[in-house]
């Protein structure tokens, strides 16, 4: 039972090192296939292997971590990047190393068999035409993308050579394009909010150094009748910006207080 077992598992290409006893529990298998052994092509009906261990595979004979259609490597506008293992003919039991390349999620997405797309049917490459110039290597961040786009509403370039700039796609260009708005105008909300934020805080100090003695709750209902309405806090954010100013006891507001008529005072005089 246990040979046939064993016959069957190397037949099908199973890893069975997770299958350790109890007192291993946590340390990592002393059997891990090898590349020569993962990279063939398995049997009908065989459990479709992991891409991590593909790309172990792969990186382990030396094949170049970077995307085989635009060159793009481990980080895309500053951030890591994971490469997809793409099956050139469409067939994810062929796993032979001349059947694998490293495909950007971009690149990948617009192969012919992406997501089982034409599988069986498919016998060559589907590697989208990206020219490649270069000056690409500078626009890797979101202000080289922003930088671009605007050289292309101005007139200065063509969409085609933005496109041969950035290393994408047409369709991928319009994409980015989008995720550099949102990422700008979330960018502008945030700093909006801060303003207001910081005009907030400001206002509060200023009316807790006013009225030394006022505690976090009349200071936010004064506050608000003193501005019909348009500065409307709850005390518990009066509270946290005076905490955070070093002004939550009333001895440390009136000290305060003290400090800026003293210096107000002097300025007067100098003036």
Not at 79 to 105: K, S
Not at 135 to 159: M, P
Not at 192 to 215: M, T, Y
Request: with cysteine; glycine share 8%.
């Amino acid at each position: 039972m246990h040979a046939h077992l064993r016959r069957r598992i190397n037949e099908f290409g199973i890893d069975i090192g997770h299958f350790r006893r109890a007192d291993n529990t946590g340390r990592p298998s002393s059997r891990r296939m090898s590349p020569s052994e993962l990279l063939v092509r398995r049997p009908d009906g065989a459990k479709r292997l992991d891409a991590e261990r593909l790309r172990r595979a792969l990186i382990e004979l030396g094949t170049a971590y970077e995307c085989v259609a635009c060159g793009t490597g481990r980080e895309w506008m500053g951030r890591p990047l994971t490469l997809h293992v793409d099956h050139i003919n469409g067939e994810f039991l062929d796993c032979r190393r001349e059947n694998l390349r490293f495909l950007c999620p971009n690149c990948h997405s617009q192969t012919d068999t992406y997501a089982g797309r034409n599988r069986r049917r498919y016998g060559g490459s589907s590697l989208p035409h990206v020219k490649r110039t270069k000056d690409a290597a500078w626009v890797t961040t979101e202000s080289d993308l922003a930088e671009v786009f605007k050289r292309v509403d101005s007139g200065e370039i063509s969409v085609v050579r933005a496109v041969e700039q950035i290393g994408c796609s047409r369709g991928h260009y319009y994409r980015l394009r989008e995720r550099v708005a949102e990422s700008r105008s979330a960018a502008m909300r945030k700093q909006v909010r801060n303003a207001a934020r910081e005009v907030r805080d400001v206002a509060i100090i200023e009316f807790a150094l006013d009225h030394p003695e006022l505690g976090p709750k009349p200071i936010a209902a004064r506050l608000s009748k003193a501005t019909d309405g348009e500065l409307r806090v709850a005390h518990g954010t009066v509270a946290n910006v005076l905490r955070k100013a070093g002004l939550q006891y009333r001895a440390n507001r009136e000290k305060a207080a003290k400090s800026r008529r003293e210096i107000e005072g002097l300025d007067f005089v100098t003036a």
